[in-house]
Structure formats: structure tokens, C-alpha cells
């Protein structure tokens, strides 16, 4: 049985990005300047037709893409051809993006995309710790960062900035592209601009009133600044915990959350979660809700969520969930209504576009353009005049207060237990020593169990394997159907289909290959047919040998709740696996190793329960996979013992 992680938020062709189990909802693109190499560089067609050409592959929306794309395309095409400048053939695909009927449209530089997957995967940046926003023209501080290098230099949200190392912030080197959602506008939306600071270099800042104020940038991320949020604020009489959520990252944002209630929060009467901002990886959305409803937290307070115009994406989906369960209060604006997967394609030149290849399930119906969601307590997030005030935040303080008081009244109280570890993230699954459960055996008794755990799987092997079942994503609509065949060489197949979306994998003997929403079909990476062949020779549909290099048993250890034999393994690629098998039957239970993903290599733990009897083979018939920033369960309704005629395991 194989377990085929379905990425939404696709990556071609990116130098640096293994594409494997990528981000959901990625939204907010982020535009780096680049020298302008002309219009039709290295024998490419110009960029604007590159943009074209992609949209016309493969957007989302098959009937815009063959009625009215080629008519806009064909409308600005002269000004395209007139431009002279990178800003004016950007702000020609600009006009074209913003009149395409969806979000998650931009032209994003690889530079700056890189520095955007490393933010939601958790790692440093070099920043200043603040963007600047532009409104009719002029630039304000914006996004900064708690505890990061601007706040500590004073810089205050609304801050006017005139000048970055005395030019004029427009003619600045230093400014950014514009990271806005072009379908969205610019009154909903005004232009976001980063600025490329490399550490260790000071930006002068020139702000309105004769200030100037020097800041050093240095590696920071929006996960350091979540933590350095974490506060309690007194009010009425109530302590009013505030959390600020910059990012849903790609792991441990239920972690990060649980981290606060335990430690600087434990004490709060009531939360304040600030969804403002960018959004991330919708599957983690589960693991968050869990927290905020006390299932893994313990939390049982009253909860007050801040959301604005330029919450989107993955905020959106929070916020439509904290209000159709009733877990939060929203303070605030309508979320920006931005709700579809975003696909990342390189054009050349260094630059990527941002655009949607398909729907998510559900949420883009619901959400997609349809106004965001509408916050229970109105207010407006405030305006240029007035440096340093935040009237959500406000509102939201004095409502989580008024909450807390009548939690407190009702005679609940607010109880929060210590964080959790993550299994996906590194921890030990279900650790604990069983050593009174009997000896450890040693590599060879070991092999020899497994070979027996299974039944009469030395009869069925040569037949190959056929299943069919069902596939979902916990928590999510993601749901559909699965099917796989392995046969006794080591060559298969497996495919998802969610709705309209299909993911397919397989290997033919010779070459491997993956399909995945949105891309067409690329090599899929040794390493990873290698871990699928290690897994099913654990589970003895595949010869032991040559698919495993070592097995060796290490402690008797649990996992998922049964008394297990832990061992090291060794596939056939060097990849380092660990491995645990039930103590009473042999049958494994789980296994756990490092895949490679855009963001680095990940932990994914796999666990297999529900063992039944196919013509007497025993197999696992729920198959649960976590990396830590997405699950995915698979239930097996049928298993034949045969490859059908006319199978093909070269890709379609």
C-alpha cells in the first residue's frame, strides 16, 4: 500500500525546489527587482507571452481560458509590444492578471519566492522586520514584525517613510515589486513592497516629522516574531492573551499556538488571534481549530479572532471556520475572499507567476470571491493619519475583556494543559519502553517473523497486488478515491481522485514519473520509488531482499498503542528509515523517515492499522501518513491478488 502525498500549491521547474508535499492557499505574492534583460531573452518569446501561454495551459477555468483569455491577451498585446522598460511590460501583465476572474495572480521573482517558502517553512530571512504599503502614491510602515529589527528601532505601523538611504522610496534600489493580488484591487488590496535588505547592511529610513531612524538587518522570520507577540494585556479587569499569527506555516503552527497557551498565555482569561496578513498552508487548519477548541490544547476560554481586507487564503478558511463552529468572535473587516490553490510556474528571467490550476474543494465555492468573510464586531483597521494605532486590535482587546467577564460569571474556568510534541516534526511516536514484553530479537529472527507475519504471501506475491479504496485528507473536503498495483518486480502505480483533481504516480521498470494538479508530468525521484518498494517489502509484498539493505532491530519500544519492535532500516536508495513492528504478530505498525519537499526534507510518520485477512494474506486496510504540515488517509475496500491485464505502469 502507498501513500502519495498530494501537493496543492504546485512548483515547476524550480531550481532549488524538490517538489513533493508543498503549501495549499499560498497567498500574498512577494516581487523581487531584477535587471530587465529584453523582450524576448535567450531566444524566448516575450514575457508577456510566456504569461499568456501559461494561463492558456492551464488556469483553472477551462471555459475563460477558450473564450475570453485570448480576446484580453489580444487587446493589450500592442501596449506589451510597446513597452520599454520592466516596469511597463510588468504593469501591462499586471492589467492583464487583474481581469482574470480569480486571485493568486502575480509575476513574483524566484528570489523573492524562495524567500517566501522559506518564511512558511520556518526559517531565517534577512529583513528589516517591516514592508512598506503604499496608498495613492506614498509608503507607510507596514507588517512590522514583533521583536524584529524595525520595531526595536521604533518604527511604528503607519509611519510614513519618505525616503529609504535618502532616495526617494519610489526610486529606492531597495524597494520591492508590489506583492499584492491583482484580482483584489488596490482599495481592498494597496501594493505591498518588501524591501532587499542583505544582513548586516543599515537602511536609513526618513519618516515624516524630520525623524530618521537606522536599522540593521539582520535573519529573523515570522515565526520568532508569533512567539515574541505572545502577551497578556490587563482590561476591565481581565487578562486578555494576544497572539499574532503572521503565517500559516508549512509545520508546527498548532505547536507554536500550544507553545503560548502553556507558557506566556496560561494565565489569560480570554485569547486574541490576530489572522491578519498573508495566509499559508491550509492543511494545517485541522491541527489549529484542535488547539482552539481544546482538543489538544486543554484551552477552554473565550476566543477573539482579528481579521482584515487583506486576511486571505488560508485566513479566510480559518475565519469562515471559527465563525460556522462558533469557537471565535470576529473583530474587525471582511476577509479579502481570496479561497483557490495557487500554482507557481518559472517564466525566465528570473521570474515565476503566480496563478490558480485548480480549485479547493468546498472553500473556493464558498469563499472565492465572494466578499471574504464578515467579522461579528465591524471596524476599520484605521488609516495613514495616525502612526502606531490599531483600532482592531483595540476593538478586539475590549471584546475578548467583555467575553472573559461573562465566562468568568458563567462559572467556567480557563484551563490549558502543556504542549504536545510532534510526532511528524522529529519526536519519537508514542514513545515507551515495553522491555518486560519479552527479548529483543535479533536481525535474522526478526526477517524471519516478517516473513511470517503476513500469511500465505509467498503464494501471492508472484501474482502482484491490486486495491482499491477510499483517500482523504483529515479535516479538509479532500476526499475521493485511491487505487494502487504493485507487481512482484517492483513496478507500480497509484492514483488519487479528489473531485476534479487526479494525482498519479508510478514505475515502469525503467523510468518514474508523477502527475499532480496543475503540472504535467515529471520524473518522479529515485528516493522516492525506493521508499515505496522499502515499504511494501515491509509489509511482504515485496521480497525483503533486494529492497531493504538493512533491517536491524534496535529496542523494544510503542507506537500508536501497541507493543512494538523498533528497528533501523536501509533502502535500496540509503535512505535511513525507522521501522516498527507489533511484538505479538510481526505485522508492521509504522515507519518513519525523511522525504524531500520544496522547504527541505521533512518527517513523515506512516502508520498502518486495521489488519484483515485477503485469501490469506493479512494487510493493513487504513494506511495513515503525517508529515507534520498535512495527513492523508487511506481506507482499503478491496485487495485482489493480481496485476489486471492491460495494467500500464508507464505514466499516461
Known amino acids: 500500500m502507498r501513500s502519495c502525498f498530494i501537493r496543492l500549491g504546485n512548483v515547476r521547474n524550480l531550481s532549488r525546489a524538490r517538489p513533493r508535499i508543498g503549501a495549499a492557499l499560498l497567498a500574498g505574492a512577494m516581487l523581487a527587482t531584477l535587471p530587465f534583460e529584453g523582450h524576448a531573452s535567450e531566444g524566448r518569446p516575450p514575457l508577456?507571452?510566456?504569461?499568456?501561454?501559461?494561463?492558456?495551459s492551464r488556469y483553472y477555468d477551462k471555459s475563460f481560458r477558450e473564450t475570453r483569455l485570448l480576446q484580453l491577451a489580444d487587446s493589450l498585446r500592442p501596449a506589451a509590444r510597446a513597452a520599454h522598460s520592466p516596469a511597463e511590460e510588468r504593469a501591462v501583465i499586471w492589467s492583464l492578471l487583474s481581469q482574470v476572474p480569480a486571485t493568486h495572480l502575480a509575476i513574483i521573482s524566484q528570489r523573492t519566492y524562495r524567500r517566501w517558502f522559506a518564511e512558511l517553512g520556518n526559517e531565517l530571512v534577512a529583513t528589516v522586520?517591516?514592508?512598506?504599503?503604499?496608498?495613492?502614491?506614498?509608503?507607510y510602515a507596514w507588517n512590522v514584525l514583533e521583536g524584529g529589527p524595525a520595531e526595536h528601532a521604533g518604527v511604528r505601523r503607519w509611519d510614513p517613510v519618505l525616503e529609504l538611504d535618502g532616495v526617494a522610496v519610489a526610486n529606492s534600489p531597495r524597494l520591492?515589486?508590489?506583492?499584492?493580488?491583482?484580482?483584489l484591487g488596490d482599495r481592498l488590496d494597496p501594493p505591498i513592497h518588501a524591501l532587499i535588505t542583505p544582513i548586516g547592511e543599515t537602511v536609513r529610513l526618513s519618516l515624516a516629522g524630520g525623524r530618521s531612524v537606522e536599522i540593521v538587518a539582520a535573519p529573523y522570520s515570522t515565526r520568532l516574531a508569533a512567539a515574541a507577540s505572545a502577551h497578556v494585556v490587563r482590561q476591565g479587569g481581565q487578562r486578555v492573551g494576544y497572539f499574532h499569527l503572521w503565517y500559516v506555516h508549512l509545520q508546527g503552527v498548532d505547536a507554536m499556538l500550544e507553545e503560548a497557551l502553556s507558557g506566556p498565555l496560561r494565565d489569560a482569561d480570554a485569547l486574541v488571534l490576530d489572522l491578519r496578513g498573508r495566509g499559508g498552508n491550509a492543511f494545517m487548519i485541522p491541527r489549529l481549530l484542535a488547539v482552539l477548541d481544546g482538543s489538544t490544547s486543554g484551552w477552554q476560554g473565550p476566543i477573539v479572532a482579528l481579521i482584515d481586507r487583506q486576511s486571505r487564503s488560508a485566513k479566510d478558511v480559518i475565519a469562515y471556520e471559527l465563525k460556522q463552529r462558533g469557537l471565535a468572535r470576529l473583530v474587525g473587516e471582511n476577509s479579502a475572499g481570496a479561497v483557490i490553490p495557487a500554482t507557481f510556474e518559472e517564466l525566465g528571467d528570473s521570474t515565476v507567476l503566480m496563478y490558480p490550476a485548480f480549485e479547493l474543494p468546498t472553500y473556493t465555492r464558498i469563499l472565492e470571491l465572494k466578499g471574504g468573510v464578515s467579522p461579528d464586531v465591524r471596524v476599520d483597521r484605521g488609516s495613514p493619519g495616525a502612526p502606531g494605532r490599531d483600532p482592531i486590535l483595540d476593538a478586539g482587546i475590549a471584546e475578548a475583556s467583555r467575553l472573559a467577564s461573562a465566562h468568568r460569571r458563567s462559572g467556567r474556568a480557563t484551563r490549558v494543559t502543556p504542549a504536545r510534541s510532534s510526532e511528524a516534526n522529529g519526536g519519537s511516536p508514542a514513545a515507551g519502553s515495553i522491555a518486560s514484553h519479552g527479548e529483543l530479537p535479533g536481525p535474522d529472527e526478526l526477517r524471519t517473523r516478517i516473513a511470517s507475519a503476513y500469511g500465505a504471501v509467498e503464494s501471492a506475491r508472484p501474482n502482484g497486488v491490486t486495491q482499491r479504496g477510499r483517500v482523504d485528507i483529515p479535516g479538509t473536503p479532500y476526499a475521493g478515491a485511491y487505487e494502487s498495483a504493485l507487481a512482484s518486480d517492483g513496478r507500480f502505480r497509484v492514483s488519487f481522485t479528489l473531485g476534479d483533481l487526479r494525482v498519479a504516480q508510478g514505475f515502469d521498470g525503467d523510468s518514474a514519473w508523477t502527475l499532480e494538479p496543475g503540472s504535467p508530468r515529471r520524473t518522479l525521484e529515485p528516493e522516492m520509488v525506493a521508499n515505496t518498494q522499502f515499504s511494501s517489502a515491509l509489509l511482504g509484498m515485496l521480497p525483503l531482499e533486494p529492497y531493504t539493505k538493512r533491517l536491524v532491530p534496535d529496542s523494544l519500544a510503542?507506537?500508536?498503542?501497541?507493543?512494538?519492535i523498533r528497528a533501523h532500516g536501509l533502502d535500496a536508495h540509503g535512505t535511513e528509515w525507522q521501522a516498527w513492528f507489533e511484538a505479538d504478530t510481526g505485522r508492521l505498525r509504522g515507519t518513519r523517515t525523511r522525504v524531500p519537499t520544496p522547504v527541505g526534507r521533512l518527517w513523515v510518520v506512516t502508520t498502518y492499522r486495521g489488519y484483515q485477512e485477503f485469501d490469506g494474506v493479512w494487510l493493513p486496510t487504513e494506511v495513515l501518513a503525517d508529515s507534520g504540515m498535512q495527513q492523508q488517509r487511506i481506507r482499503v475496500d478491496e485487495t485482489r491478488f493480481e496485476v489486471a491485464a492491460g495494467t500500464r505502469f508507464d505514466a499516461p
Do not use: K, N, Q, S
Open 48 to 56: 508577456f507571452e510566456r504569461v499568456v501561454h501559461a494561463l492558456e
Open 129 to 139: 522586520g517591516m514592508e512598506l504599503i503604499e496608498i495613492e502614491g506614498r509608503y
Open 176 to 183: 520591492d515589486w508590489r506583492t499584492d493580488d491583482a484580482a
Open 558 to 564: 510503542m507506537f500508536d498503542g501497541a507493543p512494538c
